[in-house]
């Protein structure tokens, strides 16, 4: 067994996983003087923020918009800290989406809905489809900019570590922000549907997430974000932002060790000591910070050896159920279908039936024609994204039979194209490449526990924690930040538990919290 242990005088930490957590956090600890290893199973970074080639196409798995692409919006600061930001193209669209519904129709005649990111716009829009409805419509605008009085989430780092009472005389204005959250978890999108005497826009509303119900806060919070043009989409995809951070880590000093999975967490009298990687190769430390899926880290990397009543009730799905499951077919077009609207919602007369038991009425499809960097010029790549919440199905089906597995595949994209054709004449003819992606796929790449992209599902309370704390019962010099740490996942949820978790670990090792590197 070989045994590795670094020579310098530094606290070493060794992150497991160079997804959004692990690059973020690995960044900051550089900045405040550690010395920092990222081990990561996969031969490229990102984790689930990734795209990947396929021919002369990008097929984009990830970022549709980032948080903080402008600095009027609060995750602006923290993005800022480690890229900058200022520098990076963004592409702001105008349209969020165009939502198609089946059985009513605007005064106009159209059964499209046009959602726009300026909220002015919006409204006017909105007021124009239906007078009798102005006081619904302006308590849902006045909604979406209650949030913009605020940067969300606030940093603070000039004040004690721990609530004082400064920062309590600085947190009082959050007070009203708390209670505007908690009225918006209150109200879901069929809430809301039922107010409006529209009903074209009783329609639209019941349909803006395909059926399903959805607290408005979630809806709310980017929408806030569109109209100050802070949530833009980063010209060149998913993989082009987790290279950009690679790049500023390995600036810092860091060293990512790729196609290196990790093995176990090596510990000796409830501390952390090592990280065991492929080929029995020990690398020592002095701290571990896994940003890896969160069971495996816990259930297999250190035996289940420390959880607690509330840990083992999470591992069990009983205070928290695990994410939608997400498929995504993509298609390498040979135009650039520019006349269709880059993200489109509508029904469909042939219901599309999946293997895993899932079936849909509705169909949404995404041009990505606003982004050259990912198909040749005058083509592009358009795709289709489905959830269901049988993802164990398409793991388990490309383990015991491969061959069954590339077959459904094949039958569920004939079934699509067909459906597709009816909407967009000609797109057979035009399709060049074919990507079906499945919960095996992010399974397979980054071992998040039964193939989901997202963590834990909010329930009920959209602002509710998790069980999944920084550090684990009775275990030394271990922390734990991912996309998991709070419900909902995604990118801000990353670099926000990134930079908390350095937080508490320079206080516990009593350093300074810098963001530049001393």
Same mark, same amino acid.
């Given at each position: ?10 606290? $070493? ?10 690059? /973020?956090? !690995? ?28 021919? &002369?196409?990008?097929?984009? !798995?990830?970022?549709?918009?980032? +948080? ?82 605020? $940067? ?43 107010? %409006?005497? =529209? ?13 399903? &119900? ?6 709310? %919070? ?22 950009r951070i690679t790049e500023k880590f390995e600036s810092l000093g860091g060293i990512i060790h790729y196609n290196t999975p990790v093995k176990r967490i090596i510990t000796e009298n ?14 020592? /430390? ?13 259930? &297999? ?43 489109? $919602? %509508? ?5 599309? *039936?999946?293997? /895993? !038991? ?10 990505? *024609? ?14 289709? =994204? ?85 550090? +684990? ?9 991912? *996309? ?24 516990? *090792? ?9």
């Open positions: 067994m070989l045994h590795l242990q670094p020579l310098s005088m530094k606290k $070493r930490v060794n992150i497991i996983g160079a997804g959004i957590s692990g690059l /973020c956090a !690995g960044c900051y600890l550089q900045m405040n003087g550690f010395e920092v290893q990222i081990f990561e199973k996969h031969s490229i970074p990102g984790g689930l923020c990734t795209s990947w080639k396929k021919g &002369e196409y990008t097929v984009d !798995g990830s970022i549709h918009w980032i +948080l903080g692409s402008d600095d009027k919006d609060g995750f602006f600061d923290m993005w800022n800290e480690i890229l900058d930001v200022k520098k990076i193209p963004f592409y702001n669209h105008e349209i969020r989406l165009t939502l198609e519904v089946k059985q009513h129709a605007d005064k106009y005649g159209s059964k499209t809905f046009i959602l726009y990111t300026n909220l002015d716009k919006l409204q006017a829009y909105m007021l124009d489809l239906s007078p009798a409805d102005e006081q619904v419509i302006c308590r849902f605008i006045k909604d979406i900019r209650d949030l913009q009085q605020f $940067r969300v989430p606030p940093i603070m780092d000039k004040l004690p570590f721990f609530q004082s009472l400064w920062r309590g005389i600085k947190m009082m204005r959050y007070l009203k922000f708390l209670f505007i959250i908690m009225r918006q978890t209150r109200i879901s999108n069929f809430q809301l549907a039922k107010k %409006f005497k =529209s009903p074209f826009l009783r329609e639209v509303f019941e349909n803006m997430f395909d059926n399903d &119900e959805v607290k408005m806060l979630v809806f709310n %919070f980017p929408m806030a974000s569109f109209d100050q043009k802070s949530a833009g989409y980063p010209i060149g995809g998913s993989l082009k932002w987790a290279e409830n501390v952390v000591k090592a990280l065991e990687v492929r080929n029995n190769v020990i690398h020592d /430390c002095d701290i571990v910070l896994s940003s890896a899926d969160w069971y495996r880290t816990v259930f &297999e990397f250190l035996d289940g050896k420390y959880v607690d009543e509330k840990i083992i009730a999470l591992k069990e799905k009983k205070s928290f159920e695990v994410y939608f499951f997400f498929f995504l077919v993509t298609f390498g077009l040979k135009r650039d279908y520019k006349e269709y609207p880059h993200f489109n $919602r %509508f029904p469909i007369e042939k219901e599309l *039936h999946s293997p /895993c !038991g899932k079936t849909w009425d509705r169909l949404e499809t995404h041009f990505y *024609h606003y982004d050259p960097t990912l198909a040749p010029a005058g083509k592009t790549v358009m795709a289709c =994204s489905f959830y269901t919440k049988n993802g164990q199905y398409w793991i388990d089906l490309r383990k015991n039979d491969r061959k069954k597995y590339r077959e459904v595949k094949n039958q569920f994209i004939s079934e699509l194209t067909e459906i597709l054709e009816l909407k967009y004449p000609g797109i057979k003819d035009d399709i060049e490449m074919v990507d079906f992606a499945t919960p095996a796929t992010v399974f397979r790449y980054t071992n998040n526990w039964q193939g989901s992209a997202q963590g834990w599902l909010p329930g009920d309370n959209v602002i509710a924690s998790t069980p999944v704390k920084f550090k +684990l019962p009775g275990l030394q010099n271990f922390y734990y930040a991912s *996309h998991w740490s709070r419900p909902g996942g995604g990118i801000p949820v990353a670099i926000n538990m990134a930079r908390d978790v350095t937080k508490v670990i320079c206080n516990d *090792h009593k350093m300074p919290f810098h963001t530049k590197q001393h």
